[in-house]
């Protein structure tokens, strides 16, 4: 995925945090609401105790009404009258609602204070707050995890869409690389029909036939293993020399061409974990190419601070500083590469080392021309 974030994941930390504020003003709300009509509830209830005093007539009746009251935790206070009278007990601190009312005693209006404490209130509106923190921290967990599975999902979604427009690139490229020797076979082909030529006539158009399909096979080979190793299939792992990797590679090389001038240093032994014969074709790979444009190839293993690693090296033209990147990608051909290779050898090369949790990279030789290098993890 790119640098820039999708603009859906740009989004999310703005809505969460959205999401948030006004989950707390909903809260700060339904507390406040909360608390308004309890102390609502109060307020009526000393109201409506007043009522009471009212109906008990004289200030001999009162004392059990204003005993029953303030066990109900309601103090009252009759200005003017002595005797009985109700104290509430509460803490020091503790807020008081109070409700002055004029109540009719003995044929007199009478003022009234009723003082109820707000420590129940409070108690109550502690205890919505604290469900209240919890239940939004639930939601603030399940809006976290939410996010983090919407990130992974546009995360995934912009992969595929990536990964789709690499493979129809991919397509459209493959496409085009095969038309050319398809078509090639399919004209030496009908020539062959067509002409009935006679020796040695048909053996020079039969030679170009089996060129023809020789290099069709490869390119379709090369496809197949691209195409495999960007399905990132785990490779078979084993514990190889790297060493004796390259030796064979070399050999094969010298077998194949014994005028060859391929030279093998190895410094120790190099320990890697690996699938032999990928690891195999791309160092062959490496070789074959700059022996395509290079009189002398030397490789070298050794055993770096940083791992394992093998170096193939030419005295070949070289490859141009701001071109050594793009020569990984498939079907780039600079114009020093060798006629009739497929553009896909380095690709998969890259592609194989990368699978094995390696790099590799290119750079110019001590002898001026090019000089690839790959690293590979140690064996552990």
């Known amino acids: 995925m790119s640098g820039h974030r999708p603009a859906r994941t740009r989004l999310i930390v703005p ?15 339904i507390t406040v609401r909360y608390r308004d009509g309890l102390e609502q509830r ?5 109201t409506s105790e007043a009522s009471a005093l009212t109906a008990a007539g004289t200030p001999e009746a009162l004392k059990p009404v204003i ?8 103090s009252v206070d009759l200005a003017g009258v002595s005797g009985p009278g109700g104290s509430l007990q509460v803490t020091p601190g503790t807020a008081l609602l109070t409700v002055h009312e004029v109540i009719r005693l003995g044929g007199a209006s009478v003022p009234a204070t009723l003082s109820g404490s ?47 427009a690499a493979m129809r690139t991919f397509l459209a490229d493959a496409s085009h690389e095969l038309r050319t020797p398809v078509a090639a076979l399919q004209a030496t082909a009908e020539r062959l029909l067509r002409d009935q030529p006679a020796r ?39 514990t190889l020399d790297l060493g004796e990797v390259a030796a064979v590679a070399v050999a094969a090389a010298r077998t194949t061409d014994p005028s060859a001038r391929v030279e093998l240093v190895r ?39 940083s791992g394992p690693m093998i170096s193939v090296s030419d005295d ?37 080392i990368e699978s094995h949790g390696g790099t590799i990279a290119c750079d110019a030789s001590p002898t001026g021309g090019a000089r690839f290098t790959l690293r590979l993890p140690a064996d552990t």
């Open 15 to 29: 809505s969460i945090l959205g999401v948030v504020l006004a989950l707390a003003a909903f809260v700060v709300v």
């Open 42 to 46: 109060l307020r009526t209830d000393l």
């Open 67 to 74: 005993g029953s009251l303030s066990l109900e935790g309601i």
């Open 118 to 164: 707000l420590a129940g209130i409070d108690r109550q509106v502690h205890s919505l707050e604290v469900t209240e923190a919890i239940g939004g921290l639930i939601a603030l967990a399940l809006l976290v995890a939410l996010a983090r599975v919407l990130v992974l999902l546009d995360r995934a979604v912009s992969e595929a869409r990536a990964s789709e």
């Open 200 to 238: 040695p006539a048909r053996d020079a158009i039969e030679a170009q036939l089996a060129r023809d399909s020789r290099r069709l096979g490869h390119l379709v080979d090369d496809l197949l293993n691209l195409a495999r190793l960007d399905a990132r299939e785990r490779p078979h792992r084993e």
């Open 267 to 305: 410094n120790g032994p190099a320990s890697v974990a690996g699938d032999r014969d990928a690891l195999l074709r791309a160092v062959r790979n490496l070789i074959d190419n700059a022996r395509a444009v290079a009189d002398t190839v030397m490789v070298e293993v050794a055993q770096s601070a």
């Open 316 to 352: 070949g033209p070289g490859v141009p500083a701001d071109q050594r990147e793009r020569i990984f990608e498939p079907f780039v051909r600079l114009a020093q590469s060798p006629r009739g290779g497929t553009g896909l050898g380095l690709a998969i090369v890259r592609r194989t």
